[in-house]
């Protein structure tokens, strides 16, 4: 809420905590019922890990005309301090098991780490959930090589932003939280200077620019 309070006149607030985002959707479809005009506040971009998909699953009245405003999702507001860590292939995975079983996920690093793509992780780690990034630096360890760059951008465009770059055999010694976004680059990044990018074959393809 902090960070919309410059922008706030009248507006009537109602502040739920973490695991009561089905309460306050519903709240807010009870108040779009009775005839108030309702947004709900949802970081980075609302259909990513957000709440726009809890809002349209618990919507039962046609009535109600729901507006999705796109939002900037932490992938790529913290790939623009990186540089272009996202110039190919990507995927983002979620290492919270609050709503996704941990096999699940295991399963899908594996498939990522295997299909080499560049593996973005949210929710990498919190004061309960510990290990979990390490198994994550394990499982993706089997297809990549200890040197793969790997990037940790904390807070991004917020107050106390961090960027920590490292690799893949040691990044878990870094200080990583939930408002950090770990990048873990494919076999083709690379570092240059203090940036992260991931080629995305424009040098194989037009050779000559490139002498």
């Known amino acids: 809420m902090n960070l919309i309070k410059p922008i706030l006149k009248d507006q009537k607030l109602s502040i739920t905590g973490m695991m009561q985002e089905v309460h306050r959707c519903q709240d807010a479809l009870n108040l779009a019922e009775e005839g108030e005009i309702v947004s709900i506040i949802s970081s980075g971009d609302p259909g990513v890990y957000g709440m726009a998909g809890l809002i349209l699953d618990l919507n039962k009245n046609p009535e109600i005309e729901i507006e999705i405003v796109p939002g900037v999702s932490a992938v790529t507001s913290a790939a623009s301090l990186l540089g272009a860590p996202l110039m190919h292939d990507f995927v983002v995975i979620s290492l919270s098991d609050l709503l996704t079983p941990w096999q699940l996920i295991e399963k899908r690093l594996r498939c990522a780490a295997e299909g080499d793509f560049v593996i973005v992780i949210y929710n990498p780690k919190s004061k309960k959930r510990v290990e979990q990034i390490e198994k994550t630096r394990e499982i993706i360890s089997q297809f990549q090589k200890p040197e793969t760059p790997v990037a940790i951008v904390t807070s991004a465009y917020r107050e106390g932003e961090s960027i920590v770059f490292s690799d893949l055999n040691s990044f878990t010694n870094e200080e990583i939280g939930m408002q950090s976004t770990v990048f873990i ?18 040098e194989k393809k037009y050779a000559d620019s490139f002498l």
């Open 185 to 202: 680059g494919s076999s083709q990044t690379k570092k240059i200077g203090n940036r992260l990018i991931t080629p995305r074959g424009y």
